[in-house]
């Protein structure tokens, strides 16, 4: 991946694919603002992921460069699906997307 994130893995059950993404990025000295940021730049993947491993549900989680999980997102695959099939803009992922920080 690039925009200074490493794919960790990609672990897949019968219906959900979590992606774990680590930040290539030092963010400790970041406001939390500036997280949020990569964060949301992190959470674009969710369409990619989808397109991998078609599963009803997409989870990626973000690692700092320190291991720690910060962030997580979720979007179900009929979302990454009307999008891919030109059904819905791409920001319909995000105003579907569930966090949890």
Not at 9 to 21: K, L, Q, R, V, Y
Not at 29 to 54: A, P
Not at 82 to 95: E, R
Request: with cysteine.
């Amino acid at each position: 991946m690039s925009q200074g994130y490493k794919l960790i893995s990609i672990e897949e059950g019968d219906n959900t694919a979590i992606a774990n993404f680590q930040d290539l990025i030092d963010t400790t000295s970041m406001s939390r603002d500036e997280k949020r940021k990569r964060w949301i730049q992190m959470s674009q993947y969710q369409l990619v992921i989808w397109n991998l491993t078609q599963k009803s549900r997409i989870v990626e989680n973000y690692f700092t460069v320190e291991e720690v999980n910060e962030f997580s997102c979720s979007v179900s695959g009929d979302v990454c699906n009307a999008v891919d099939t030109g059904q819905k803009d791409l920001s319909y992922i995000a105003s579907q997307m569930s966090i949890e920080i």
